[in-house]
């Protein structure tokens, strides 16, 4: 089950690749077949289930592609 999930806004996507870098379990790619309306080859995830919804992606990102959610953590009572 993921614990995150992140949403992206492709036509924003400038192909740097810093998001891919920075993420620490590589779920991360610039997609080879696909272009974005500016022309750049987008992000993209590769394995959404192993999301931790850490963030990085989102604080590294200069164009503000990312939206990234995580889930609440339930505590059990004693």
């Known amino acids: 089950m993921a614990k995150g999930m992140v949403v992206i806004d492709v036509?924003?996507?400038k192909g740097c690749g810093l998001c891919?870098?920075?993420?620490p379990v590589g779920i991360l790619q610039l997609s080879p077949d696909a272009f974005n309306a500016k022309g750049y080859h987008p992000v993209m995830v590769t394995e959404m289930e192993k999301c931790t919804g850490c963030a990085s992606c989102a604080r590294i990102c200069p164009d503000v592609v990312f939206t990234v959610y995580r889930k609440k953590r339930v505590r059990k009572s004693a």
Do not use: S
Request: net charge neutral.
């Open 11 to 13: 036509d924003r996507c």
């Open 20 to 23: 891919v870098q920075v993420c």
